[in-house]
Nanobody, 123 residues
């Protein structure tokens, strides 16, 4: 069973930056892709980014631009999501998740979820 624990969410002003962290543990986690999803109030959960088990390959959602960067440190069992130039529409609960060995943006294919961390962008 994989455990995923997010942290780093906060209340920030537009234009600010945040780095979200996901600490993972459990059996064979180093062979799993890990991704970030988000869910804004009244909206469906959507894939933001995903990174391969080795950290060599990253995938991003269609709406994502260069404001988002996913990275991974297997030695620390951590995955990060750097968000720069935050906008009001980035307000959401951000979830760390694993779909298994391969990245996917499909929510229904996710095996394990973290509890989420709240990101609020407001002036």
């Amino acid at each position: 069973q994989v455990q995923l624990v997010e942290s780093g969410g906060d209340l920030v002003q537009p234009g600010g930056s945040l780095r979200l962290s996901c600490a993972y543990s459990g059996v064979t986690v180093d062979y799993l892709a890990i991704g970030w999803f988000r869910q804004a109030p009244g909206k469906e959960r959507e894939g933001v980014a995903c990174i391969s088990s080795s950290g060599d390959t990253a995938y991003y959602g269609d709406f994502v631009n260069d404001r988002f960067t996913i990275s991974r440190e297997n030695t620390k069992k951590a995955v990060y999501l750097q968000i720069n130039s935050l906008k009001l529409e980035d307000t959401a609960v951000y979830y760390c998740a694993t779909p298994g060995p391969l990245c996917t943006p499909v929510v229904a294919d996710i095996d394990s979820w973290g509890q989420g961390t709240q990101v609020t962008v407001s002036s």
